[in-house]
């Protein structure tokens, strides 16, 4: 299986689809590296590489336009109707606040 578009998360600029699992730049961050593995008939992990510039606050950590790399780690649980009913989101908070310069 794989991740055929990524999200748009309006708090770090909008993502694109690209092509062989990377996806092209807009708005300074992208998504790469993907991997998405079915763990089960109803969970999917995908497993991504987010880096670009900083440009607006994100969680606490005060825009200083620097450069920052995160492995995310998307969880995705479809319902019976195969409607997704939960995403959860897992990454490092201190690494990238480090990269930030928080």
Excluded at 3 to 32: A, I, T, Y
Excluded at 57 to 63: P, Q
Excluded at 75 to 83: P, V, W
Aim: proline share 2%.
């Amino acid at each position: 299986m794989t991740c055929r578009e990524p999200w748009n998360f309006s708090r770090w600029g909008k993502l694109v689809p690209g092509k062989s699992g990377n996806s092209e730049k807009q708005s300074g961050v992208r998504l790469s590296n993907v991997a998405a593995v079915a763990e089960d008939s109803h969970t999917v992990r995908c497993q991504v590489v987010i880096r670009g510039t900083q440009a607006k606050d994100f969680a606490g950590i005060s825009n200083k336009g620097q450069h920052f790399e995160s492995d995310h780690i998307f969880i995705f649980h479809l319902s019976e109707e195969d409607k997704i009913d939960f995403i959860g989101v897992q990454w490092d908070h201190e690494n990238l606040k480090k990269q930030l310069g928080s």
